[in-house]
C-alpha cells in the first residue's frame, strides 16, 4: 500500500468524521468519575455514535476487538478493553474513539483523570499532550515523518519519559490504518516527505518508568513491562498546501 492523497470530497467526509470523534469525547467526559465501569463508558459511546451520530464505531469487531471504544487505565499503553471494573479517585484513563461517517474514519484519544491525581500522573499526561502538539507543528508539505518523531522524542525524552515504539500513528481514511507508520521517534529530515491531501494520526504514547510492553492473554490490552504508568493523546491531521489542520480539535483546544 502507499499513501494516498485524498481530494476535496473526501476531505470533507474526513472533516465531518473528525469532528463527530471529538464530539463523543466532549460527551463522555462528565460520566469520566469515580465508580463508573469501563464497560458503562463503552455503553454512552457506543449509543452517541449510532443513535446520535448514525455512525459506526470502527473499533467494534476490528480484528476481533470486543467493544466500541478502548480504555486504557494507569499502565495500560493502549487497546484496553472496557470492562466491569468501576474506576477510582486517582486513576487516568485514555479514551480512544474512532467513528467511521459516510465511510471515511475520524481517530482520536485524550487523557481523563478520574478525581484528583497524583503529581506524577498529571505532569505524565501534560508532558505526552505537549508531544503530540510538537509533533502537530511539524505537519506541512515538504515535512518528513522523520521531523514529526524527532520532535515528540526530544520533549518526551528531555523530560524524563520513554517512548512506546511497538505502536504508532498511521494514514487514515477509508481504512482504519493505512500508510504510512508514523513513529513517535526518529531523526529530522529522515522518512517519507509529507504532501498535501495527506492525513495521518499522531499518537505518542509515553512511560513513567521503561519504554517496554507487554500484551495480556486477551490479545488486546498493552501494558507496560514495569508496570508504570503511561499516557497516550491522538488526533487526526489533514496536511493543507501550506500547513495543516486538525480534524478531531475538541472545543477546548480552540
Ligand atoms: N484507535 C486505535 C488507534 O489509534 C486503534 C484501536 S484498534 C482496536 O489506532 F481494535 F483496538 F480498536
Ligand atoms: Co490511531
Ligand atoms: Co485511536
Known amino acids: 500500500m502507499s499513501i494516498t492523497i485524498k481530494n476535496e470530497s473526501e476531505i470533507n467526509k474526513m472533516r465531518i468524521a473528525g469532528k463527530l470523534a471529538s464530539e463523543v469525547l466532549e460527551m463522555i467526559e462528565p460520566h469520566v468519575i469515580p465508580g463508573v465501569t469501563t464497560n458503562e463508558l463503552?455503553?454512552?459511546?457506543?449509543?452517541?455514535?449510532v443513535e446520535e451520530q448514525q455512525a459506526i464505531p470502527a473499533p467494534l469487531n476490528y480484528r476481533g476487538?470486543?467493544?466500541?471504544?478502548?480504555?486504557?487505565?494507569?499502565?495500560?499503553?493502549?487497546?484496553?478493553?472496557?470492562?466491569?471494573?468501576?474506576?477510582k479517585k486517582g486513576d487516568i484513563v485514555n479514551i480512544d474513539i474512532t467513528v467511521?461517517?459516510?465511510e471515511y474514519h475520524g481517530d482520536t484519544s485524550k487523557m481523563f483523570a478520574v478525581g484528583t491525581v497524583s503529581q506524577f500522573a498529571q505532569r505524565l499526561m501534560k508532558v505526552t499532550q505537549e508531544s503530540?502538539?510538537?509533533?502537530?507543528e511539524q505537519v506541512k508539505p515538504g515535512a518528513t515523518l522523520g521531523d514529526i518523531g524527532h520532535a515528540i522524542q526530544k520533549h518526551a525524552e528531555s523530560n524524563r519519559?520513554?517512548?512506546?515504539?511497538?505502536?504508532?500513528?498511521?494514514?487514515?481514511?477509508?481504512?482504519?490504518?493505512?500508510?504510512?507508520?508514523?513513529?513517535h521517534?526518529?531523526?529530522?529530515?529522515?522518512?517519507?516527505?509529507?504532501?498535501?491531501?495527506?492525513?495521518?494520526?499522531?499518537?505518542?504514547m509515553l512511560n513513567l518508568g521503561k519504554r517496554h510492553?507487554?500484551?495480556?492473554?486477551?490479545?488486546?490490552?498493552?501494558?507496560?513491562?514495569?508496570?508504570?504508568?503511561?499516557?497516550?493523546?491522538?488526533?487526526?491531521?489533514?496536511?493543507?498546501?501550506?500547513?495543516?489542520?486538525v480534524l478531531t480539535f475538541r472545543q477546548e483546544e480552540l
Open 42 to 49: 463503552n455503553k454512552l459511546c457506543h449509543d452517541y455514535i
Open 65 to 87: 476487538f470486543p467493544k466500541s471504544i478502548c480504555t486504557s487505565v494507569n499502565q495500560t499503553i493502549c487497546h484496553g478493553i472496557p470492562n466491569e471494573k468501576r474506576l
Open 100 to 102: 467511521i461517517k459516510d
Open 132 to 136: 503530540l502538539y510538537l509533533g502537530i
Open 161 to 183: 519519559y520513554s517512548i512506546v515504539r511497538e505502536f504508532c500513528g498511521h494514514g487514515i481514511g477509508k481504512n482504519f490504518h493505512e500508510d504510512p507508520h508514523v513513529m
Open 185 to 204: 521517534f526518529g531523526k529530522a529530515g529522515k522518512g517519507e516527505v509529507l504532501e498535501a491531501g495527506m492525513i495521518i494520526t499522531i499518537e505518542p
Open 213 to 245: 510492553m507487554k500484551v495480556q492473554k486477551d490479545g488486546w490490552t498493552a501494558v507496560t513491562k514495569d508496570r508504570s504508568l503511561s499516557a497516550q493523546w491522538e488526533h487526526t491531521i489533514l496536511i493543507t498546501p501550506t500547513s495543516h489542520e
